[in-house]
C-alpha cells in the first residue's frame, strides 16, 4: 500500500518526517553551494580555491638504497585552509639590478661564464674551460634584454627562420657561408637545412642514413637520439618530423650561439662537453648516438670520451660516425681510423655499415652489443668492465672513467631487453622498473594521474594556451608523466631529475623521453630567454634545505623568455616564500585551488630609475 505523507502524520512517525526534512534541506543546500560556485577558471587578477584534487598515486619503490620518494607524485598538504590569507601583491623589496658584463650580459650563464675560475684552471687540454665552473654564491643579477628583442617566432615556421634580435650573432653566417647552416634575410636568420656534411641538404642526409641501414626505423625503435656537437641542430630539427626526438649539444665555444639558435627555433638542445667530467644522463638512455665532424678526439685520454659515449648508448644502439677518417685516407686521416679500429674493436663494436653517398661523404655506423659473449672472449680484457654501480645520480660531476659500463640486469641477473617499439613504449612497463610486486600498478597509476591533471586543471582549468609554448621544461620530472601526458602537443619537454631526487631518469629515457640531472642550487646550462614554460610540482621541498628560494627564482626568471609562464604546484609555506620573489621581478601571479601558483614573466628589466 502506498505510504503518503497525510498518513504517516496520523501514525505519528515524527522521527522520520525530521530526519527525513533534514536529509532534504541538506541536499538542497549543497546543490546550492555547487551551481552558485564559478565555472569558469581563467586566470585573472583574484584567485579563488576550490576543492583540492585527490592525491596522487604514492611513488614507485626503487632500488637505490637511500629510497628517496618521488617529488612530483608527493600526496597534496592541507593547503585549501591557508589560502585565505595569501595577499598575491606582497613584494619583496628588493633592489634589482642587470648583471654588469657589458654586452655580454644578455647572454650570461653562471656556470660556463665564471671567467675568474676559468683563468685559474692549470690545463685546458681536455676542454676544462667548457666545463661548468659555478660562482659561489650565485650572482642575483638579471640578464638584460637584447636590444629590440621580439616574441620569438612561432613554432612550426621557428624551425625555418628566427628574429635576429634575438639572437643577435651573425658570426656564424660568415663562418659556416659555404656549408648552410644559417642565413640573414632582412630581420631574419633563416635556416636552409644544411650543415658540415649535409652537402644536399640535411633530408637528404637522413634518408641517406636510412637507405644504408634499414634497420634504423625512424621513430619506432630509434626514438630516441643523442647528437654530438650539433652546430645549429638541423639534424634534430628534422628528425622530429619522423617522431624522433634528439637531445642536440654542443659546447659554448667560439661557434657563437649554436645551441641558443637551436632553442630559438624550438628544437631541443643543451650546453655541453665531452671533457674530463662524465654527461648528466642515466646509462643505458639512447638508441642512436650521432656526429658529424664533431670534432671530438674519440682516442684521447686512453678513449674515455668514447667509452663514455658507450655509457649512454642503450645495448643494441647505433653510433653514427660521419667524419674524413671514414672516408679520406690521407695519412693524418688514416691514423684516426686506425686508431678507432682499435678502439671500437676492444669495446666489442662491430661495425654494421660503411658507405659513402654521391657528394663524397661517407660515414661508418657501429653497433653496440647487447650481451656479455664478446667481452668474455676479448683477448686483452681493456678497457675493463666497471664496477658495479650502487650510487644514484652518478654522472653528477663524476670525472670520465676507464672502464666499459655493465649491461643492465634485472634483481635476478638477468639482461634487460629493450623489445618495445614507439609509441607504445611510453607507457609500457619501463624495462628498469623495480621488481617489487605493485611496482607496475603504481606506475599505471601515476600516469593516469597526470594525464588528468594535465587535461582537467593544466589545460583546462588555468587556460595556459600551447599555440604560444614550444620549449617546455618539469624542474622536478619523477617519472616523466607531466611530458607523457602532453606528448600529443606540439611542444617538447626537458625532464630534469634534481641530484637531490630519487633517480629516475633511466626510466624517462626508456619511455622515449629526453632528460637530465641537474642541481637547482645552480645554473641550468642553458642561455637567457630559452624556455617558454617551467613546470615545478613540489621541488621545493628538498631544495629549501640547501639553498635560498630567491637564488631559484633568479635562475627561473633568467631561462623563460618573457611572455612565458612558471605552473608551480607545491604547498602553501613554499608558495608564500615563492610569490613575494616573483612579484618583485614585475611577474604576475594568481594562485588556483590553493596549491598552483602560476606566473607569468613581463618584459621588465631593471633600469636606474628603479633604484
Known sequence: MPISVQNMFKERKFPFLFAFSFLLISVTILLFSYSSSSPSLLLSTNFQVSDPLPPPPRPLPTRSPKNVPVSSTKPVSKTIAAASDVDLNVSLD???????????????????????????????????????????????????????????????????????????????????????????????????????????????????????????????????????????????????????????????????????FALERGIPAILSVIGTQKLTFSDNAYDLIHCARCRVHWDGDGGKPLLELNRVLKPGGYFIWSATPVYRDDERDSKVWKSMVALTTSLCWKIVAKTVDSTGVGLVIYQKPSSYSCYKHRKEKLPPLCEQKTNQNASWYEPLSYCISRLPVDRMGNLLRWSTPWPQRLSSKPPSLPSEPDAEDIFIEDTKHWAALVSEVYLDGLAISLGRIRNVMDMNAGYGGFAAALIDQPLWVMNVVPIDAQDTLSIIFERGLIGVYHDWCESFNTYPRTYDLLHASFLFKNLKERCDTIDVAVEMDRILRPGGYLLVQDTMENIKKLNPVLRSLHWSTTLYQGQFLVGKKGFWRPSENDN
Open 94 to 260: 628588493i633592489k634589482w639590478e642587470n648583471c654588469q658584463l657589458g654586452p655580454l650580459a644578455v647572454d650570461y650563464i653562471p656556470c660556463l661564464d665564471n671567467w675568474k675560475a676559468i683563468k685559474e684552471l692549470k690545463s685546458r687540454r681536455r676542454m676544462e674551460h667548457r666545463e661548468r665552473h659555478c660562482p659561489k654564491p650565485s650572482p642575483r643579477c638579471l640578464a638584460p634584454l637584447p636590444i629590440g628583442y621580439k616574441v620569438p617566432v612561432h613554432w612550426p615556421k621557428s624551425r625555418d627562420m628566427i628574429w635576429y634580435s634575438n639572437v643577435p650573432h651573425p658570426k656564424l653566417v660568415e663562418y659556416k657561408k659555404e656549408q648552410n647552416w644559417v642565413r640573414k634575410s632582412g630581420d631574419y636568420f633563416v635556416f636552409p637545412g644544411g650543415g658540415t656534411q649535409f652537402k644536399n641538404g640535411v633530408q637528404s642526409y637522413i634518408d641517406f642514413i636510412h637507405k644504408t641501414l634499414p634497420a634504423i626505423k625512424w621513430g619506432k625503435n630509434i626514438r630516441v637520439i643523442l647528437d654530438v656537437g650539433c652546430g645549429v641542430a638541423s639534424f634534430g630539427g628534422y628528425l622530429l618530423d619522423k617522431d624522433v626526438i634528439t637531445m642536440s649539444f654542443a659546447p659554448k665555444d667560439e661557434h657563437e650561439a649554436q645551441i641558443q
